[in-house]
């Protein structure tokens, strides 16, 4: 898991775990699925919406992570 280090100078930070990674994982897992039904993916509904599913997936692990970093 990856971590977003803040903090005034060496002594004084804090690590703040994210989910950078899985989002990462979503949008390769979608990407893929596109290229496997190379021209049909559209077309496909299943195709389709699992492709959107992954992308939607990847979209909330990452408002997450911002929402728990903005704290």
Same mark, same amino acid.
Request: hydrophobic share 35%; charged share 30%.
């Given at each position: 898991m990856a971590e977003v280090v803040v903090g005034k100078d060496d002594k004084q930070f804090?690590?703040?775990?994210t989910r950078l990674?899985?989002?990462?994982?979503y949008r390769s897992l979608? #990407?893929?699925?596109?290229k496997k039904h190379e021209k049909?993916?559209?077309e496909n509904h299943r195709?389709?919406?699992?492709?959107r599913?992954?992308?939607?997936?990847?979209?909330?692990?990452? #408002?997450d992570s911002a929402r728990k970093v903005g704290k």
């Open positions: 804090v690590r703040i775990p990674e899985d989002a990462h994982h979608a #990407e893929s699925l596109q049909r993916w559209k195709t389709f919406n699992g492709v599913s992954y992308h939607r997936k990847a979209r909330n692990v990452l #408002e």
